[in-house]
């Protein structure tokens, strides 16, 4: 399993949102993942840290999940089959670890909320990931310049980016299946 943290939440093809989570470590791919509009409200509101005045569903298994004396050990995306992403919540309980099986979405609303651990499956990296470690970048100094993506200025970041959102607006979602 590979580390990945959640990038963000686009508006793309469509108006369809995508969520991107990224590898944290070695080749930092990036994974877009197709997600439902209430989904996206959630985890944006969650990065936002937004309260709202009543609890959301991803509150609401939270909530529960607290008051039976259990929490969310970290959450997996485990894999991609016909395009369709499949993930699980590892509940930790005092018998042991449960994995109960979920929406990519809704798994990654819970952890955003939890501060959970996110985990991908190397195979869905291989089959799903984008290459992320370098980027050509225009600037006025030079004509091109590979410049990886942990040493980008603020700036850099926002032309970043916005090519990646250029990128995942011509997306099909044919690219995802095996």
Same mark, same amino acid.
């Given at each position: 399993?590979?580390?990945?943290?959640?990038?963000?939440?686009? %508006?793309?093809?469509?108006?369809?949102?995508?969520?991107?989570?990224?590898?944290?470590? $070695? &080749?930092?791919?990036? !994974?877009?993942?197709?997600?439902?509009?209430?989904?996206?409200?959630?985890?944006?509101?969650?990065?936002?840290?937004?309260?709202?005045?009543?609890?959301?569903?991803?509150?609401?298994? !939270?909530?529960?999940?607290?008051?039976? $004396?259990?929490?969310?050990?970290?959450? &997996?995306?485990?894999?991609?089959?016909?395009?369709?992403?499949? *993930? %699980?919540?590892?509940?930790?309980?005092?018998? $042991?670890?449960?994995?109960?099986?979920?929406?990519?979405?809704? *798994?990654?609303?819970?952890?955003?909320?939890?501060?959970?651990?996110?985990?991908?499956?190397?195979?869905?990296?291989?089959?799903? $990931?984008?290459?992320?470690?370098?980027?050509?970048?225009?600037?006025?100094?030079?004509?091109?310049?590979?410049?990886?993506?942990?040493?980008?200025?603020?700036?850099?970041?926002?032309?970043?980016?916005?090519?990646?959102?250029?990128?995942?607006?011509?997306?099909?979602?044919?690219?995802?299946?095996?």
């Amino acid at each position: 399993m590979i580390d990945v943290e959640l990038l963000g939440v686009h %508006q793309v093809i469509q108006n369809a949102p995508v969520i991107v989570l990224r590898e944290r470590d $070695g &080749l930092r791919r990036l !994974l877009p993942i197709y997600i439902g509009d209430p989904e996206a409200r959630s985890i944006q509101l969650a990065v936002e840290g937004v309260e709202p005045q009543r609890p959301l569903t991803h509150d609401l298994i !939270l909530d529960l999940l607290g008051a039976l $004396g259990t929490d969310i050990d970290e959450v &997996l995306i485990t894999d991609v089959v016909d395009g369709v992403f499949h *993930a %699980q919540l590892v509940v930790r309980t005092r018998s $042991g670890a449960v994995n109960v099986s979920c929406r990519p979405s809704d *798994a990654v609303a819970v952890a955003v909320r939890c501060g959970a651990r996110i985990r991908c499956a190397e195979s869905v990296m291989d089959i799903a $990931g984008r290459e992320a470690t370098s980027m050509s970048i225009q600037d006025d100094d030079s004509d091109s310049d590979d410049l990886d993506v942990d040493d980008l200025s603020e700036g850099d970041e926002s032309e970043l980016l916005g090519e990646f959102r250029d990128f995942i607006e011509n997306i099909n979602p044919d690219d995802f299946k095996p």
